[in-house]
Nanobody
């Protein structure tokens, strides 16, 4: 079955960096777009970044453009999110997402806390 497992979250000071990773299994990873979402306490889950199946096309929320970079490795079946210049408002649980055969799959999430 489809499995998505995120890692790499933690506590970081404002201005710092973190790299999130998502390991995918159970589907032909290289055929599918991948996405990162985040959900802050009391807020709706929001789309942060999208990457095409080949990695040739990416899209970002305006709030993270220029600071975050999404990438993928279709050999290792992983998708990553490099987060630089982090701000307190980036604090959230970050989720990896794939839509396979019209079903939306989520990982368990990884907590990112940006605080001094």
């Amino acid at each position: 079955q489809v499995q998505l497992v995120e890692s790499g979250g933690g506590l970081v000071q404002p201005g710092g960096s973190l790299r999130l990773s998502c390991a995918a299994a159970g589907f032909r990873f290289s055929n599918y777009y991948m996405r990162w979402y985040r959900q802050a306490p009391g807020k709706e889950r929001e789309l942060v970044a999208t990457i095409s199946n080949t990695g040739g096309s990416t899209n970002y929320a305006d709030s993270v453009k220029g600071r975050f970079t999404i990438s993928r490795d279709n050999v290792k079946n992983t998708v990553s999110l490099q987060m630089n210049s982090l701000k307190p408002e980036d604090t959230a649980v970050y989720y990896c997402n794939a839509i396979v055969a019209t079903v939306r799959y989520w990982g368990q999430g990884t907590q990112v806390t940006v605080s001094s």
